[in-house]
């Protein structure tokens, strides 16, 4: 079996859970109707991507920004569960409310997108028990205890420490929390207050969208001491190819925006700001050196529904720093085997063909069709002003 149909054949055995998609703000901001059905090119989710992408359950985030506080910030966040309620509704046929694992595994046995919701930002829950108690009534199941912005009980990995992690209303949080049955989201998150939360929590924590710092030295990453306690928490991290969270060069491109924001009097956390400035703004191609088999750069090239150029050459370079040749090598330990050619020995592959495990299956986890993921690619590519001689060269091995 070719690797491609390898990865469907997992997919299908294990559907992928993706922990965090801000479709509804992005619906929200478009200020029109749209048919998710048809597509929406002008998204970067729409259902026949789910579909094709073999997601089996989805995380929406009714996330709303910084600048929403107070009651405000509820209200907003109440609105944006509505919307996610709404989808569901007027999808019965492609999306399925949940709120349990039994009721993931009936969507799943009904041939439907699981639809969860998590709240991303300790902000909209305006310092209140009660409201956070409303949102986990209302069918909300993980709150992301920041965003870029500090709350009054907790540190954010891209504002100024003010609390030294968390609060005592912030394990308070932590300890509520765990009482009423959701989950405690550490994304965006100072690591004072990752590591805070660790110790206040009695129950499994999720990164729901973060990548690693050790890899890429960027704050909204996760350190590796707090990596190594998640096995004994029972805690999941899950990856994110956003460009600044897996590659230098694009971390350096994105900080140089938020200076520029900073010099013109804007808040460089502002999201809404940031468009203007990203348009005067070339964002960097990552040079590639290593050559990937075919089906494992067709998973690589789908991993990131942002500006997934640099997201793709920011995963091969990971390849290539653990110096390995996918297309050469079959690791099929731990029920993984991909790419053909010549197994290595459990022996002598030890904690190498487990990192390697790993970095395939968050390929895996993004599976989508290869034509597709290329077309939104280059698109996104000429949206930066690259030529489609430039898009080529980016796709050539050795480059």
């Known amino acids: 079996m070719t690797s491609a149909p390898r990865a469907l054949d997992l997919l299908a055995a294990a559907p992928l859970v993706d922990g965090h998609n801000d479709l509804p703000w992005a619906l929200r901001t478009l200020g029109r109707p749209v048919d998710l059905a048809a597509g929406v090119p002008e998204l970067h989710t729409d259902l026949p991507r789910l579909r094709a992408g073999r997601v089996g359950a989805q995380f929406w985030s009714v996330y709303v920004p910084c600048s929403f506080t107070g009651p405000a910030a509820v ?48 902000h909209g829950i305006d310092g209140s028990l009660d409201a956070l108690r409303e949102l986990r009534r209302r069918g909300v199941r993980y709150l992301t205890l920041t965003h870029n912005r500090n709350t009054p009980w907790a540190d954010s990995a891209t504002d100024e420490p003010a609390h030294g992690g968390l609060t005592a209303f912030g394990r308070e949080v932590v300890r509520e929390m765990n009482r009423i049955g959701m989950l405690v989201d550490l994304s965006h998150v100072a ?4 590591r805070d939360a660790l110790a206040t929590t009695a129950r499994p924590v999720v990164f729901t969208h973060s990548s690693c710092r050790a890899v890429t030295d960027h704050p909204r990453n996760v350190p590796d001491d707090v990596l190594a306690a ?13 460009p600044q969270f897996v590659s230098s060069a694009a971390r350096d491109w994105d900080q140089a925006v938020q200076d520029e924001m900073a010099a013109a009097g804007l808040d460089p956390q502002d999201l809404e700001a940031r468009p203007g400035f990203l348009a005067r703004r070339r964002h960097p191609l990552v040079a590639v050196a290593t050559p990937l088999d075919a089906a494992v750069r067709a998973l690589a090239l789908q991993v990131n529904r942002d500006t997934v150029l640099q997201a793709r050459a920011a995963l091969l370079a990971e390849a290539d ?25 459990p022996e002598a592959a030890g904690a190498f063909t487990e990192r390697i495990n790993a970095l395939l299956m968050s390929c895996l986890a993004y599976n989508r069709d290869l034509q597709t993921a290329a077309a939104a690619l280059d698109s996104t590519a000429r949206a930066y002003g690259y030529t489609d001689d430039e898009i080529a060269a980016s796709y050539s091995p050795g480059s």
């Open 75 to 122: 209200a907003t966040v109440l609105e944006q569960v509505a919307l996610v309620r709404e989808l569901a509704e007027r999808y019965p046929e492609d999306l399925q409310l949940a709120t349990t694992v039994a009721e993931v595994e009936a969507a799943l046995a009904a041939g439907r997108v699981a639809s969860l919701m998590g709240a991303e930002g300790g």
């Open 230 to 242: 998640l096995p004994a928490n029972g805690g999941v991290c899950m990856v994110t190819f956003v």
């Open 191 to 194: 690591a004072t207050t990752m």
């Open 321 to 345: 720093r653990l110096d390995v040749e996918l297309g050469k090598r079959a690791h099929a330990y731990g029920g993984v085997g991909l790419c053909g050619g010549d197994p290595v020995s």
